[in-house]
C-alpha cells in the first residue's frame, strides 16, 4: 500500500463547529506532516510527528488540535475556525531517517468556512 | 537556512513543444530534491527525485539531473502534452532528526494548449 489517505474530501463548516479531518497511511512511515496550502501558493508546514509525538508546531493557532493516536493515523481536530482558514489540507508521510525518500501526500481536504 | 527558486508561471505551451523549469536551491549539507506536480483540485504527487549529486531523475518523460556545481535541478520533458497542465514544485528535504524538513518553491504553473 502506497497511499495516504484522507477523510473528507470536501468539508463546509460554519465558525462555531467542530470538526476533524483524517489521514491514514499503511506504509510503515513513522513521521506524519499536517500543511495548509492556499490558492496559488505552495504548501506551508502546520505539524510534523515523528515516531506519534509531536516534533514541530509552526506556531499554528490554537484552534488547530492534531493528534496521533498510532502509527498510521494522524487527526486534526478544527474549532471555531475563520473564514480565512479556508483552504485545502493536505497530509503527508515518510521515512524518518536520512534517506531521503521525500514525502508521499494524500489528495486533500478542501475546507470552506462559512 | 535552505530555500529553492524556481521559474514564476505561467508557462504556456504549445502540445509537443519542449519543456524547461529552472530550479536553483540553498543548502547547507547534502539534500535531496524533487520535483512534484499538482493537478488542479488535487494533492501533490512525487513526479521525480535525485538524492546525489548527478543523479539523474525520470518519471513519465521528464527528468531531472542533481547539478551541485550549480546549485540547479531543472526540470525538462522533450514534448509536452495537454494532460501534463499542472503546477510543478520543486523542493529539497534534510534530514531533521526523526523526520524530513522539506522547502518548496512558489510552484510553477504549466498551461499545453492544443
Known amino acids: 500500500d502506497t497511499e495516504v489517505t484522507q477523510t473528507p474530501k470536501h468539508l463546509v463548516m460554519g465558525m462555531t463547529n467542530k470538526k476533524s479531518l483524517k489521514c491514514e497511511q499503511h506504509?510503515?512511515?513513522?513521521?506524519m506532516y499536517w500543511y495548509k496550502q492556499k490558492a496559488k501558493k505552495p504548501p506551508e508546514l502546520m505539524f510534523v510527528?515523528?515516531?506519534?509525538?509531536?516534533?514541530i508546531n509552526e506556531s499554528v493557532p490554537s484552534r488547530f488540535s492534531p493528534e496521533c493516536p498510532n502509527s498510521s493515523l494522524l487527526n486534526l481536530h478544527l474549532h471555531a475556525l475563520q473564514p480565512e482558514d479556508s483552504a485545502l489540507y493536505l497530509c503527508?508521510?515518510?521515512?524518518?531517517?536520512?534517506?531521503?525518500?521525500?514525502?508521499?501526500f494524500g489528495s486533500g481536504t478542501r475546507l470552506t468556512v462559512v | 537556512g535552505n530555500s529553492v527558486t524556481q521559474m514564476e508561471g505561467p508557462v504556456t505551451l504549445s502540445e509537443e513543444a519542449f519543456l524547461t523549469i529552472n530550479c536553483t536551491y540553498t543548502?547547507?549539507?547534502?539534500?535531496?530534491l524533487f520535483w512534484y506536480v499538482q493537478y488542479p483540485g488535487e494533492g501533490l504527487q512525487l513526479l521525480l527525485k535525485?538524492?546525489?549529486?548527478?543523479d539523474k531523475g525520470s518519471n513519465k518523460g521528464f527528468e531531472a539531473t542533481y547539478r551541485k556545481e550549480t546549485t540547479s535541478f531543472h526540470l525538462e520533458k522533450g514534448s509536452v502534452q495537454v494532460s501534463d497542465s499542472a503546477v510543478y514544485f520543486c523542493?529539497?528535504?534534510?534530514?531533521?532528526?526523526?523526520?524530513?524538513?522539506?522547502?518548496f518553491g512558489i510552484g510553477t504553473k504549466l498551461q499545453v494548449i492544443p
Open positions: 503527508a508521510s515518510s521515512q524518518v531517517g536520512g534517506q531521503g525518500g521525500g514525502y508521499t
Open positions: 506504509m510503515g512511515h513513522r513521521a
Open positions: 510527528y515523528s515516531y506519534e509525538k509531536l516534533s
Open positions: 543548502a547547507t549539507g547534502y539534500p535531496s
Open positions: 535525485a538524492t546525489k549529486a548527478d
Open positions: 523542493a529539497l528535504s534534510s534530514y531533521s532528526g526523526g523526520y524530513q524538513k522539506v522547502t
